[in-house]
């Protein structure tokens, strides 16, 4: 069984800056992809960007977070990170962690992030 544990979320300022880890139970150099949605209240979940396994990683981002967030992974780890700057309060939300493998997807159960002055 695939787990995944987010982790980093919190309360921060417009203009503020996190970083969120999603840690897998597996080595992640040989999945397909990972990537990162977000949840805001009453809205559909929308994904944020993706990294996959292979290689160098071939990233893509959401259009409403390019130039803002980047992500990255560390295969010894098996970790993969968003760095959020210069947050809005739009990018209000639960965020996920999501890994696709053999054509499985696995998600984790997300970490808060507020951005509210």
């Known amino acids: 069984q695939v787990q995944l544990v987010e982790s980093g979320g919190g309360l921060v300022q417009p203009g503020g800056s996190l970083r969120l880890s999603c840690a897998a139970s597996?080595?992640?150099?040989?999945?397909?992809?990972m990537g990162w949605f977000r949840q805001a209240p009453g809205k559909e979940r929308e994904l944020v960007g993706t990294i996959t396994g292979s290689g160098s990683g071939i990233i893509k981002y959401a259009d409403s977070v390019k130039g803002r967030f980047t992500m990255s992974r560390e295969n010894v780890k098996n970790t993969v990170y968003l760095q959020m700057n210069s947050l809005k309060p739009e990018d209000t939300g639960v965020y996920y962690c999501?890994?696709?493998?053999?054509?499985?997807?696995?998600w984790g159960k997300g970490t808060l992030v507020t951005v509210s002055s």
């Open positions: 597996i080595s992640i150099f040989s999945i397909n992809y």
């Open positions: 999501q890994l696709r493998r053999w054509g499985a997807d696995y």
